[in-house]
């Protein structure tokens, strides 16, 4: 994840920040099981395989002390944290059987995770997912039993295929895991393998010191300086992705109460933005519109009107045509719309150049800056066409909802001239097709740290 996370990052992270303070449901917990039950599993036939010899206590315990230290350096991922267990790690698999291993690296997880337990970080029943987060361990464990290699006496080919081991388990339990407790795709957890970058860059050092860490056991804590550094680096991080996560929800509840305005100003402009909103949805989808860009449609299409709450109520509210006069007044509404989201600031500023454009007509004669064709932004000719289809299929005071072929035969004259013909073809595909339309995700709830 960039220091800068895309829009579904910053979905995915919140929502990882909400479950560790949550009570586990049903779906985590099925995954803890299964990942948890396969863990033990595979650590005791490897244990079977090769018993455990004895080893010296002094080498062992300054390893476990220091990947305790290890594991509380966390960098915050969309769905989860990795830890810079490596440094600690590589030289624990040199100090004691390989077979123990797994046994150490649990135990020195759910040593760490108690300090967030004790503050009420994470509930307790997620001291569970210690488990599956040492399958890391495993990994490299088998390349060693299945060489009938001692790590100290490894070559550098068996070293680098228990460091792609230990990835390529890693990875694999951790795909499964987030498949069943979050139907996580593996396209989007894929994203995440840059950390295993980071694993290999510290194995080196690691390697290092494992090398020498019977002859010297203290060489071990020369490592603590530079997990200290990584921590400093990590707690910023996440302080700044909480930053960046609280600024983005108090955006979103601006823009909700801007909604709320509209609706309480005037009954049907309310209704008839919401109505919008879904059917602009399932166009941009339909369009392949990236993440950022939905978000900013669907909110584009929930405030296209937004300028109308500073419009004379007389003219609003007029039951008859309005005169040249009036409609000067009237077509403000969008500069008026763009300077209320300019307020707001962050990227509700992209979004009052949709609410500017909606009124803008492909053939360059709309408003308020006469843009044609592609010089109007997608998303406002989302919005005009999704716009001008619920106006036809809604009552309004002055006549009845327009029958779906007649609407059509609307959109299909007015494409090339008003709308957009590609953005008509798309909505046209949407309304006859049966699908349900996508719920809003934006508007549900803000993005909460």
């Known amino acids: ?121 994470i509930r307790p029943a997620r001291l569970l997912q210690t488990i599956g987060n040492s399958w890391f361990a495993i990994g490299p464990v088998a390349v060693f039993v299945a060489a009938h290699t001692d790590p100290r006496h490894a070559g550098a080919a068996i070293l680098v295929a228990a460091l792609a081991a230990q990835f390529a388990v890693d990875f694999a339990a951790s ?77 979103r509840g601006t823009a909700l109460v801007l909604g709320d305005v509209v609706e309480a100003d005037d009954g049907y402009t309310g209704e008839h933005c919401r109505s919008v909103v879904a059917l602009a949805l399932a166009v941009g989808a339909e369009l392949g519109l ?34 040249p006069e009036e409609w000067t007044i009237i077509k403000t509404h969008t500069l008026e719309g763009q300077k209320m989201l300019d307020r707001v600031g962050g990227f509700m500023r992209e979004v009052g150049l949709i609410v500017r454009s909606h009124h803008e007509r492909w053939d360059g004669t709309g408003y308020p800056d006469r843009l044609a064709g592609q010089e109007i932004p997608l998303e406002a000719r989302i919005v005009s066409c999704c716009d001008a289809w619920n106006a036809m299929r809604t009552d309004r005071a002055y006549r009845r909802a327009l029958p779906v072929e007649k609407a059509r035969d609307e959109m299909i004259s007015s494409s090339g001239a008003q709308f957009d013909p590609e953005v008509v073809r798309a909505l046209l595909r949407v309304v006859a097709s049966e699908a349900p339309m996508p719920q809003p995700t934006a508007l549900t709830e803000p993005l909460a740290a």
């Open 290 to 323: 990236p993440d950022d860009r939905r978000r900013n449609l669907e909110f584009g299409a929930l405030l296209h009107d937004v300028g109308k709450v500073a419009m004379p109520k007389n003219i609003i509210n007029k039951p008859g045509a309005l005169s």
């Open 1 to 121: 994840m960039a220091f800068d996370p895309s829009v579904e990052e910053q979905e995915l992270l919140a929502e990882t920040f909400r479950r560790n303070a949550a009570v586990m449901t049903a779906r985590e917990r099925a995954a803890e099981a299964v990942i948890g039950v396969g863990f033990v599993v595979a650590a005791a036939v490897l244990w079977r395989l090769q018993p455990p010899h004895a080893f010296a206590i002094v080498p062992a315990a300054l390893c476990f002390m220091v990947l305790v230290c290890a594991t509380l350096v966390r960098f915050d991922t969309p769905f989860g944290f990795t830890i810079a267990t490596q440094l600690a790690f590589v030289p624990l698999l040199f100090t004691v059987p390989v077979a123990v291993v797994p046994a150490i690296v649990v135990a020195a997880m759910a040593v760490a995770r108690l300090r967030d337990v004790a503050n009420g970080t």
């Open 175 to 251: 795909a499964l895991r987030l498949a069943i407790a979050r139907g996580a795709s593996l396209s989007s957890q894929l994203r995440d393998t840059w950390v295993y970058a980071i694993d290999a860059a510290l194995s080196g050092i690691a390697l290092v010191v494992a090398k020498d860490i019977h002859d010297a056991p203290v060489a071990i804590l020369a490592l603590l300086p530079l997990l200290g550094l990584l921590a400093i680096f990590a707690h910023e991080r996440h302080t700044r992705l909480e930053q960046l996560l609280e600024l983005n929800s108090a955006y």
